[in-house]
């Protein structure tokens, strides 16, 4: 890759990095801080993120969030402690652990969702159905790509 190219793509990167910052995360971190006053910064996510996959292992967890095995088993630990989620046996492998909502994890997991259709709707509201469907493209791209990138530095592969 030429300088120029490799330039331009650092300061994409760079930018793309900011504006989800502002657009994305301050706008939902703002939304729900007074809403859910008992969670922690990434808890509503982690509750999302096992709302829409039902139940989850804690390494699927990991990819998704990006967080450590440390981190996460106390993030876990604190929701399970709120009564949030809970622990299970996958009964196809008693060796695996799958991680659930509970009720009360999932009315968190339903209000969390509200919030973000609401929130969906007031930023979508500045673009089409053409670029939303550029922008999923372009992130399905993205994510291909940044995996292909991890499943190589991962084996230590070129």
């Not at 030429?2 to 504006?19: G, P, Q």
């Not at 096992?50 to 292992?57: A, F, H, N, P, Y």
């Not at 929701?79 to 659930?100: A, Q």
Request: glycine share 6%; hydrophobic share 35%; with cysteine.
């Amino acid at each position: 890759m030429d300088e120029e190219t490799l330039s331009k793509f650092i300061l994409l990167s760079m930018e793309r990095d900011a504006l989800d910052n502002v657009i994305f995360e301050q706008t939902y971190q703002k939304k729900i801080a007074g809403r859910f006053k008992e969670l922690s910064k990434n808890q509503p996510m982690v509750i999302k993120i096992i709302g829409i996959e039902g139940e989850i292992m804690p390494s699927t967890l990991g990819k998704y969030t990006g967080m450590e095995k440390s981190s996460l088993t106390r993030m876990v630990d604190d929701l399970e402690k709120k009564g949030i989620v809970f622990r299970k046996t996958d009964p196809e492998d008693r060796r695996k652990v799958l991680v659930s909502l509970t009720e009360k994890g999932l009315d968190c997991y339903n209000r969390l969702s509200l919030i973000t259709t609401e929130m969906a709707e007031e930023l979508l509201q500045f673009v089409d159905e053409n670029d939303v469907e550029s922008f999923m493209h372009s992130l399905e791209t993205i994510v291909k790509i940044l995996r292909k990138i991890d499943a190589r530095q991962s084996t230590g592969t070129r």
